[in-house]
């Protein structure tokens, strides 16, 4: 998708969020995450981050499992990926420790949190489990 089909695909949805008075976000790959545009993922119903770095081994594991998940979830979960070394503060904002650790947002808020790799089944059971 290049660059002006994205900008026109959100400034759409932007109108039909206000025609209808809701969220409508459908983004079916993970978005970089960072300080300037934090508060604005946030705004979706449900939300996972994956904090992970580019030097961490199991990050880079979970990585295609995470982009298989943002295309099955599109329109009802968005991803986004923090990148712990460059957003050290958002990392510490959750007390990250360790990576790969996935926060899952429940109208802004963390509900829920693992840490480590798992499994694509695990990992869609713990989004199944907190989507309420």
Known sequence: MDELEIIRKKKLMEKMERMMGEK???????VNVTQSNFNEILKNRYVVLDFWADWCAPCKMIAPII???AREYDGK????????TEEQAIANRFAITAIPTLIFFRNGK????IVGAMPKGELIRWINKNMV
């Open 24 to 30: 409508m976000e459908k983004i079916n790959y993970p």
């Open 67 to 69: 982009d298989d998940l």
């Open 77 to 84: 979960v968005v991803f986004g990926k923090v990148n712990t």
């Open 110 to 113: 963390p509900v829920d949190k």
